[in-house]
Nanobody, 120 residues
Framework: QVQLVESGGGLVQAGGSLRLSCTAS????????MGWYRQAPGKQRELVAA???????NDADSVEGRFTISRDNAKNAVYLQMNSLKPEDTAVYYC??????????????WGQGTQVTVSS
């Protein structure tokens, strides 16, 4: 199993910045990718950004150029630097760790979520 602990959410004005952090513990050697998802009220959870253990990144179009994901494999940590925040970025942000298996299957672990609120 993998446990994920997030930090860094909060309230910020539009145009401001926040940095989210997530640290994994447990079966971290099997983690293939880590990332961030978000869920706004009444909406489905969506991918914000993800990064593989090799450093390949995948960003949502809505955050391209504003958010940057990074990873420290030695610390089993993933970070999300969020700049130029907009009110529509308001959501609960969840850290994700995807474990892959030799069978080709995978399993997702989730953090408890951290609230990000952007005021206009």
């Amino acid at each position: 199993q993998v446990q994920l602990v997030e930090s860094g959410g909060g309230l910020v004005q539009a145009g401001g910045s926040l940095r989210l952090s997530c640290t994994a513990s447990g079966r971290t050697s099997s983690i293939a990718a880590m990332g961030w998802y978000r869920q706004a009220p009444g909406k489905q959870r969506e991918l914000v950004a993800a990064i593989s253990s090799g450093g390949r990144k995948n960003d949502a179009d809505s955050v391209e150029g504003r958010f940057t994901i990074s990873r420290d494999n030695a610390k089993n940590a993933v970070y999300l630097q969020m700049n130029s925040l907009k009110p529509e970025d308001t959501a609960v942000y969840y850290c994700n760790a995807r474990l892959s298996y030799t069978s080709g299957s995978y399993y997702d672990y989730w953090g408890q979520g951290t609230q990000v609120t952007v005021s206009s």
